[in-house]
Nanobody, 126 residues
Framework: QVQLVESGGGSVQSGGSLRLSCAAS????????MGWLRQAPGKEREGVAT???????NYADSVKGRFTISQDNAENTLYLQMNSLKPEDTAMYYC????????????????????WGRGTQVTVSS
């Protein structure tokens, strides 16, 4: 059974940093495109960053230069390092896995992901 469990969210002031983690189990982690997405209240879920099976990464324009996605294949863990956080980054952050779409870009439709975690809340105050 596939499980994705996020952690690392919290409350920080504008300009601060957080590192999110996503522990994956129940499948061959390195064979899936992995992504971080977020959803703010009243807004649609949006892609933040993806990392493909070859290690290539892709970011939403809104986070380029501030966020870094990475993974530890040996530990089946996905990370999102978030620096220079802004109030508009406030959202529930989800990790997700995609086994089949072949897209693996931050802009890919969320419905293409096969598996989802339950999310971790990030709140940035001004």
């Amino acid at each position: 059974q596939v499980q994705l469990v996020e952690s690392g969210g919290g409350s920080v002031q504008s300009g601060g940093s957080l590192r999110l983690s996503c522990a994956a189990s129940g499948y061959t982690y390195s064979r899936y495109c992995m992504g971080w997405l977020r959803q703010a209240p009243g807004k649609e879920r949006e892609g933040v960053a993806t990392i493909n099976t070859d290690g290539s990464t892709n970011y939403a324009d809104s986070v380029k230069g501030r966020f870094t996605i990475s993974q530890d294949n040996a530990e089946n863990t996905l990370y999102l390092q978030m620096n220079s956080l802004k109030p508009e980054d406030t959202a529930m952050y989800y990790c997700a896995a995609d086994s089949a779409s072949g897209m693996c870009r931050a802009t890919m439709p969320p419905e293409l992901y096969n598996y989802w975690g339950r999310g971790t809340q990030v709140t940035v105050s001004s």
